[in-house]
């Protein structure tokens, strides 16, 4: 029996999805389990995105541009103006979800063995993407206790070997919901030029910010050639099935090559295209209603989690995530409990361990990231859970 | 300015796309082009694979199973059958098109150096995943004198190496059409399991067979552990804008491995997964229409090729290509020609040189690849314009 390959063994399983059998084996037992675990919205996908679909009346279903359909990518240089972004159809290429364009920025700019800095927790399928593509991830640690800012330039300057091509943020982030400030972007365009490094900028939850505004890596001055802007409508949209995103940056060797690998692949969906295209039409107050949403749901989430004994929670500045430090022992462990032993009023709730956004071993076993895509309602009904869960835990500490 | 990785400089142009610039020019001047160089069939997708997309009715367009939705996937239990092939929904893993089943299929099972012979000519975006893979393709050269059948087993043993992982082979073949016999699949399997390697099988073409009956790779027994079958909706029912293929094998490491990587870029394309589980519903006559008239074109096609002076053309058994030896200097240089410098009636044809298909260097410099694509007449009058360019092309033979 053939072997299968070195970076199939290493590929890290998703640790989000690990806990789904539990989940499952608890609603088979009658108990409500509330997913604050993924970055699923429940919010509807709008109306006039689905419809641009359903009311299409082409006969054949052909591949697009590799690029993505012209007209789509004519309309997303609108989109990006109204942020400052300025740039033409052609610094764009659509690609299949963001996941695509993590994967394309990757194989395009790095090369095995090379190390990309990211600062952590951070949004696990990094190191799957990093995995495929045989480069290192260096995590370098933000802390619960300063909200996780970035980290300071030293701890940067210390990780930076020959080896180091790139620093990827993700702004707002997930799993933290930080929102970098434009003094923090400062920053990383500083040790980007100073060390030749590509700055990835992973942008998915641009819309969602509530304190403070958003400072696109787009925006830094003299940086065009240092730019990779990984972005996705999957959340914007609430459109994740979609698998729709987008590929941008200024500088043009980057832009043939991921071309290359675009041309590969031949094309990105075609359904889709026609429904991202619709949604960049959507009225301009689409965002006030929805980030209101977002926001009420972050403050009883927020509020909710500091008031439970032991548990300390940052306010996030954007995204829809928030991690909490919790009196437990083991993240893993707790997660597992909270849907295996565990239920209150016949309900339980399922979480993120901690473990699963760290790159260094032993981070996070205090930490749980939730995912406010759930109504307030639901939200209060979890967090009463996550009380009472804590009040019993056998692992408390 | 950072650099580009070394994969991204290796990475190949699409060899069918570069010629796209000089037939844009010619529409501009006014002359017909008629496009034999693609994989995008004229055929209409069946209304029913439509329209259960524009009769959807839920209001999320979540995420899927990373594995596609079990409902599809259980249908496509019931297709394979059709072909006896008798696989569980557990293995199949739904891709983003046949595209990514590829790559999934070489970051699981190949490691960065690791070696795959493919048969050449081969589809041209192979050479695309194995650079994405950091993989070495090792071409064995496959004659038109012979209408391309599998090389002798001698030539395969002289390329394996201790780095040799897998054998890839489509069938029946883009870009010759040759439909290799049982007996062919069978030489294949005694190679993969005396020198224990995966045999990638892409079956994109399933349906289109005319002369003779299909043996997919599947049905070789004892091979459950080697072999990975790469497949895709895009031909089959004209659907090649949806992106939905899967990837499929018995082998459970292999599995586990895949699905990690599928995990990673979270689900394949919403919209179209429904588009493909209505056309598993399709009535089974559904390819007798379909091919009947692929063959019309095929025959047509075939034989005004061979009447033209010069000419050769080995009658391909199934797909809808055809590889053609033409009396020409360079195929480059030829299909270059008959978009920039030449016309017949005010039309011209597009055909895509032989040389992308190839590895080795030299190979294919006097073929050409034609997608019998167009209906019978359009395929008329491109022969014509072809039989016209070759009477005057100044690098004739």
């Known amino acids: 029996m053939p072997t299968i390959s070195q970076r199939g063994q290493l590929m890290p399983p998703s640790p989000i999805r690990k806990l789904v059998p539990y989940a499952e084996a ?13 970055g699923q919205p429940d919010i509807e996908t709008p109306e006039p995105v689905l419809d641009a679909v359903r009311q299409s009346h082409f ?32 610094q764009i290429i659509v690609t299949t979800g963001g996941s695509e364009a993590i994967l394309f920025g990757f194989m395009a700019c790095l090369d095995p063995g090379d190390e990309v800095i990211i600062p952590e927790p951070f949004y696990a399928n990094y190191n ?35 080896k180091t091509k790139g620093i990827l943020i993700c702004n707002p982030n997930n799993p933290t919901g930080y929102l970098y400030s434009r003094e923090e972007m400062e920053v990383l365009k500083h040790i980007c030029l100073k060390y030749n490094l590509f700055l990835f900028s992973d942008e998915a939850y641009r819309e969602f910010c ?17 730019v990779i802007l990984m972005d996705t409508i999957s959340k914007r949209y609430s459109a994740c099935g979609a698998r729709i995103g987008a590929l941008v940056t200024k500088n043009q060797t980057v832009l043939d090559a991921v071309m290359k690998f675009a041309q590969a692949r031949l094309s990105p969906p075609s359904f889709a295209q026609i429904a991202a295209e619709a949604a960049v039409d959507l009225p301009a107050d ?9 926001e009420a749901r972050r403050d009883i989430l927020v509020k909710m989690l500091n008031e439970i004994p032991g548990v300390y929670c940052p306010n996030p500045g954007g995204a829809f995530y928030a991690m909490a430090k919790l009196p437990i022992d083991d993240a893993d462990k707790f997660c597992q409990w909270l849907l295996e032993s565990f239920e209150y009023k016949q309900q339980t709730v399922m979480l993120s361990p901690g473990t699963g956004f760290y790159a260094t071993a032993g981070l996070g076993k205090d930490e749980v990231r939730l995912a406010y895509v759930l109504n307030t309602g639901d939200i209060q009904h979890a967090m009463e859970c996550l009380a009472a869960a804590l009040r019993v835990y056998p692992g408390k500490k």
Request: glycine share 8%.
């Open 26 to 38: 608890a609603k088979k037992r009658g108990v409500t389990v509330y997913h604050l675990n993924i």
């Open 59 to 90: 006969k054949i279903l052909e591949y697009s541009h590799s690029a993505g359909n012209e007209s789509y990518r004519q309309k997303l240089t609108g989109y990006y103006k109204k942020f400052d972004i300025d740039v033409t159809s052609q």
């Open 210 to 226: 509530y304190s403070g505004k958003h400072f696109s890596a787009m925006n830094l001055e003299g940086m065009d050639n240092n």
């Open 128 to 162: 799957g993407f990093a995995v495929a593509a045989n480069v290192h991830v260096k995590p370098i640690t933000s802390s619960i206790e300063t909200g996780f800012a970035l980290p300071p330039i030293e701890e940067f300057e210390k990780l930076i070997t020959p």
């Open 286 to 294: 689409y965002f006030d209603g929805i980030k209101a949403e977002y």
